[in-house]
């Protein structure tokens, strides 16, 4: 009998459809029910304690250092109640109703949603139905990195972007050739920030690759050519985080940007 050779290719597995979300799992939690691939999903045969206890951790301190102390109770509340959830998958019709349930208040909720993906290990779909679905293939492999997907820009959209924001970095506010500018995005797209313009600001290589993938309100200078007075503020709307800044909220979307 030919043995298994060990190097077969992850498992790409979607579920639930609705939610658009796919996840990455060993193929050995994969098995096929009814002729359909569904993960096998007891998550308290598929965690130990120790693993538990090392992201219980994990997710206060990320709520810590991206929120609050606050923030971060009430992350490893929704952690905990996730992990009691026997499929690992949650979801709900919407996020008052699921705050009602997990007993997270609604005013913070999305921030503690923001830092369960942050750790990588819970992916969100909340733009309609909320979905949060833990990432089997992370649990016991103690890595806490969101790898998220971004979309590039259109060429079209970065240029129109570079050119609103006056070539300026938003940090150092000095002017640079168009090959030295970078877009970043104000919010992170791991903590649930938006991939659209309203959510991005030009930067400079240098600044860019300090600032990492972190949110930082106080050191945003200049967006879109002017002078930023005080922080960033943000505010969730249609499943995402947007900034506000001096005093606006910035939804714009990469549609709006390409119909002007
Ligand atoms: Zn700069």
Redesign the pocket.
């Known amino acids: 009998m030919r043995q298994s050779c060990g190097h077969q290719p992850r498992s790409v597995y979607v579920w639930p459809r609705e939610s658009g979300l796919i996840i990455r799992v060993p193929r050995s939690t994969v098995g096929i029910t009814g002729g359909k691939r569904v993960a096998f999903c007891n998550l308290m045969n598929y965690i130990n304690q120790d693993d538990a206890d090392w992201w219980r951790q994990k997710i206060a301190q990320i709520g810590t250092r991206c929120f609050n102390q606050s923030i971060s109770r009430w992350a490893v509340r929704l952690y905990d109640r996730s992990l009691v959830d026997p499929t690992g998958h949650i979801t709900a019709p919407d996020l008052a109703s699921l705050s009602s349930r997990i007993g997270v208040p609604r005013k913070f909720m999305t921030r503690a949603i923001a830092t369960l993906t942050r750790s990588g290990l819970v992916h969100a779909s909340l733009s309609g139905p909320v979905h949060l679905i833990i990432d089997f293939a992370r649990l016991r492999r103690r890595k806490n990195s969101a790898q998220v997907t971004r979309t590039a820009p259109s060429r079209r959209v970065r240029a129109a972007l570079l050119e609103a924001d006056g070539y300026l970095?938003g940090?150092?506010?000095?002017s640079f050739e168009v090959s030295d500018l970078t877009i970043d995005h104000i919010i992170p797209v791991s903590l649930l920030g938006a991939d659209h313009p309203g959510n991005w600001v030009t930067?400079?290589r240098?600044?860019n690759l300090s600032k990492r993938d972190r949110f930082r309100p106080h050191d945003l200078r200049y967006y879109r050519s002017a002078p930023v007075e005080g922080s960033v503020r943000i505010r969730f709307r249609d499943g995402f985080f947007w900034p506000i800044i001096n005093a606006r909220l910035r939804t714009e979307t990469r549609e709006d940007w390409l119909s002007t």
């Open positions: 970095c940090n150092c506010g000095k930067l400079c240098k600044d």
